[in-house]
C-alpha cells in the first residue's frame, strides 16, 4: 500500500502523508506539543529513507535562449612595454646577377653635345686647350667655328650643324683662337675630344679666355654624295 502511495505522490509527497498520518493518531499530543515527538520524527525519517527513489533521469536539453544585446565597448587598454630588439637574422643568399643596362659611350646620330672650356697663362706665345667629349664624336666631325652658317649659336646656346664642332667664346683676353684654316681637317675616327690652339696677343700680359662648344654627329650620309640617307 506504502509504494502504491509512493508511485502517486512522489517522496516529498510521501513525507507529508506520514506526518498527516501521524499527526492523526498523535491526535492531541501532537496538538498541545505544537510538533512530532523524537520518536515521530524518526519513524518519518526512517520511512522517508525506505521508500525515497533514486533520482529520475536528466531532462531533455531546453532550447537556445534569444542572443542578448551587445553590451558597450571597453575602454581601451594601456600600451603595453616595448619588448627587447631581437637578434639579427643570417644573411641572406646572394641574388641572381641581373642582365647589364644600356651603356651609351658614342654621340647617336642627330644628336648634338656640348661643354664648356677654359684658358688661363702668362708669357707663351700660344696655348692648347683640351676640350674632353662626354661621349665619343664619330669621324668626319670639321672644325667650323669660324663658319657662322655652320655654328648658328652663341656661347650661352652652342649649337653646331650636322657634323660640325663649334667653338664659342664668351670672354677672350690677350688671346685669340685660331682660325679654320689654321686646323680645318675633320676628325679621324672616333674621337673623345679635341685639342684647340689659342694664340697670345702679347707674351707679356696674362692671357684669359672662356666659353662653351658644341658637337653634331650626322646621320648616316652616302660616301659618294655625301645627302643623308636617312632622317634621324
Not at 37 to 55: D, E, L, M, N
Not at 66 to 89: E, R, S, T
Amino acid at each position: 500500500m506504502v509504494s502504491r502511495i509512493h508511485e502517486r505522490l512522489g517522496t516529498a509527497g510521501l513525507v507529508v502523508s506520514v506526518i498527516a498520518l501521524i499527526a492523526v493518531l498523535g491526535g492531541t499530543a501532537f496538538a498541545a506539543g505544537g510538533g512530532l515527538t523524537s520518536q515521530q520524527k524518526k519513524q518519518v525519517t526512517k520511512i522517508a529513507k525506505r521508500y525515497a527513489g533514486q533520482p529520475g533521469a536528466q531532462g531533455l536539453k531546453g532550447d537556445q535562449g534569444p542572443k542578448g544585446d551587445q553590451g558597450p565597448k571597453g575602454d581601451q587598454g594601456p600600451k603595453g612595454d616595448q619588448g627587447p630588439k631581437g637578434d639579427q637574422g643570417p644573411k641572406g643568399d646572394p641574388g641572381e646577377k641581373g642582365d647589364p643596362g644600356p651603356t651609351e659611350t658614342e654621340l647617336p646620330p642627330g644628336k648634338t653635345m656640348t661643354g664648356v672650356w677654359s684658358l688661363v697663362g702668362k708669357g707663351l706665345p700660344e696655348y692648347v686647350v683640351s676640350m674632353s667629349f662626354p661621349l665619343r664624336a664619330p669621324a668626319g666631325i670639321k672644325n667650323e667655328s669660324g663658319n657662322a652658317a655652320n655654328c648658328p649659336g652663341s656661347a650661352s646656346h652652342p649649337e653646331a650643324a650636322p657634323g660640325s664642332f663649334c667653338i664659342y667664346a664668351t670672354t677672350e683676353l690677350n688671346v685669340h683662337q685660331e682660325g679654320p684654316d689654321y686646323s680645318p681637317e675633320p676628325l679621324e675616327g672616333k674621337t673623345s675630344g679635341r685639342n684647340i690652339t689659342f694664340r697670345s696677343e702679347t707674351v707679356e700680359n696674362e692671357a684669359f679666355a672662356y666659353g662653351s662648344w658644341a658637337v653634331h654627329a650626322r646621320c648616316p650620309i652616302d660616301p659618294e654624295t655625301e645627302i643623308e640617307l636617312v632622317t634621324c
